[in-house]
């Protein structure tokens, strides 16, 4: 199976910053990466499929980059409501495989 | 717009058989493959298997011998069995739409919708 690695595993911010999540895919999946957002409680959001494609719905201030094994996530000014975990998903080879998650905290 | 409700036991007796269903509204199971995938507390996210409208089926090879996946159409629905649960099942349950799309490096899937997720407890 693939493994992903994210780093950091958890990140302290403040609203209004510029917050970067990195995922290391264990091969190359060119771009076969997804992001999901998961709030406590809740089922993951997709916000990012394909690397950088934004999700319908999904505010402008996130977006993704990278391909091959090296693939990041930015949210370009925190808000409130973006505090929560994010996880990196390979949909390169089956089993599809996640990362651990990011999990986003206020300072 | 699609929207995903799912149900079943929450708690289980060690080797007991986990049972859910996923009922799917707002859209038509025909066309897409249709997944489970599981998070045990404070764990990561593990993909369980998947199932199109014909009863075809992918399964995670570390549950493939434990996992069966069914889908009834006149219903809308599809389910999972997991036979001979442990406390290591013990895990919130989700039930989630497989989007396919040919894009310009080839054909990329991902998970949308999901369902509300159904916390499923093995102990006894």
């Known amino acids: 199976d693939i493994q992903m690695t994210q780093s950091p595993s958890s990140l302290s911010a403040s609203v209004g910053d510029r917050v970067t999540i990195t995922c290391r895919a264990s091969?190359?999946?060119?771009?076969?990466l997804n992001w999901y957002q998961q709030k406590p409680g809740k089922a993951p959001n997709l916000l990012i499929y394909?690397?950088?494609s934004l999700q319908s719905g999904v505010p402008s201030r996130f977006s993704g980059r990278g391909s091959g094994t090296d693939f990041t996530l930015t949210i370009s000014s925190l808000q409130p409501e973006d505090f929560a975990t994010y996880y990196c998903q390979q949909s390169y080879i089956t089993p599809p495989t996640f990362g651990r998650g990011t999990k986003l905290e206020f300072k | 717009q699609v929207q995903l409700q799912q149900w079943g036991a929450g708690l289980l007796k060690p080797s007991e058989t986990l049972s859910l269903t996923c009922a799917v509204y707002?859209?038509?199971?025909?066309?897409?493959?249709w997944t489970w995938i599981r998070q045990a507390p404070g764990k990561g996210l593990e993909w369980i298997g998947e199932?199109?409208?014909?009863?075809?089926?992918n399964y995670n090879a570390s549950l493939k011998s434990r996992v069966t996946m069914s889908v009834d159409m006149s219903k809308s629905q599809f389910s999972l069995r997991l036979s001979s649960v442990t406390a290591a099942d013990t895990a919130v349950y989700y039930c989630?739409?497989?989007?396919?799309?040919?894009?310009?490096?080839?054909?990329?899937?991902?998970?949308?919708?999901w369902g509300q997720g159904t916390l499923v407890t093995v102990s006894s």
């Open positions: 394909a690397a950088s």
């Open positions: 091969q190359s999946i060119s771009n076969y």
């Open positions: 199932i199109n409208q014909s009863g075809g089926t």
């Open positions: 989630a739409r497989v989007v396919s799309v040919l894009l310009y490096f080839g054909e990329d899937n991902w998970f949308d919708p």
């Open positions: 707002g859209g038509s199971l025909s066309g897409y493959y």
